[in-house]
Nanobody
Framework: QVQLVESGGGWVQPGGSLGLSCTAS????????MGWYRQPPGKQRELVAT???????NYADSMKGRFTISRDSAKKTVHLQMTSLKPEDTAVYYC??????????????WGQGTQVTVSS
């Protein structure tokens, strides 16, 4: 079993900043990639940003220039620093990890999600 624990969600005013963190633990041999997705109210889950084991990052177009993803491989932790937040950024943010288990199989894991609310 793999656990992804997110932290840092909360409420912020438009234009503000917020940082999220996610730490993976459990049945993990290696973390191949980690990332963030979000699900706004009434909408489908969408990509926010990902970070691969070789340092490649990708962002959804609406997040470029505002959000920054980083990773601490030793701690199996991924961070998302969000700035210039807009009301449309309001969503449940989910941490995702692509891992190799101790049995050397691949798995895709999700955190429970953390609520980010941007409003005045």
């Amino acid at each position: 079993q793999v656990q992804l624990v997110e932290s840092g969600g909360g409420w912020v005013q438009p234009g503000g900043s917020l940082g999220l963190s996610c730490t993976a633990s459990g049945n993990i041999f290696n973390v191949i990639a980690m990332g963030w997705y979000r699900q706004p109210p009434g909408k489908q889950r969408e990509l926010v940003a990902t970070f691969t084991s070789i340092g490649e990052t990708n962002y959804a177009d609406s997040m470029k220039g505002r959000f920054t993803i980083s990773r601490d491989s030793a701690k199996k932790t991924v961070h998302l620093q969000m700035t210039s937040l807009k009301p449309e950024d309001t969503a449940v943010y989910y941490c995702n990890a692509k891992i190799t288990t101790l049995a050397l199989t691949r798995d895709y894991c999700w955190g429970q999600g953390t609520q980010v609310t941007v409003s005045s």
